[in-house]
Nanobody, 117 residues
Framework: QVQLVESGGGLVQAGGSLRLSCVASGIIFGRNIMDWYRQAPGKQRELVASITSSRSTNYAESVKGRFTISRDNDKNTVYLQMDSLKPEDTTVYYC???????????WGQGTQVTVSS
């Protein structure tokens, strides 16, 4: 059974920081692309950041220079360090795994991030 379990969300003031974690089980973690998405009410889910098995990274323009994605393959964990948070970063953040060669992907349950002004 595959599980992606996020943690680290919460309430923070604008300009503050949070670190999200996602622990994966049931997949060969090191062979998966790991992503963080977010989805605000009434909006489409958007890709925030991704990291490949070789640790190449990609970021949405809106978070470049503020967010950092990383992974620890020994711990089956992907992180999203979020600095200089803005109220518009408020939403639910989702962890996602993707292994294109097997056409398999999984989602976590999401963690709420709220940034107060």
């Amino acid at each position: 059974q595959v599980q992606l379990v996020e943690s680290g969300g919460g309430l923070v003031q604008a300009g503050g920081s949070l670190r999200l974690s996602c622990v994966a089980s049931g997949i060969i973690f090191g062979r998966n692309i790991m992503d963080w998405y977010r989805q605000a009410p009434g909006k489409q889910r958007e890709l925030v950041a991704s990291i490949t098995s070789s640790r190449s990274t990609n970021y949405a323009e809106s978070v470049k220079g503020r967010f950092t994605i990383s992974r620890d393959n020994d711990k089956n964990t992907v992180y999203l360090q979020m600095d200089s948070l803005k109220p518009e970063d408020t939403t639910v953040y989702y962890c996602h795994s993707n292994r294109p060669s097997l056409q398999s992907e999984y989602w976590g349950q999401g963690t709420q991030v709220t940034v107060s002004s």
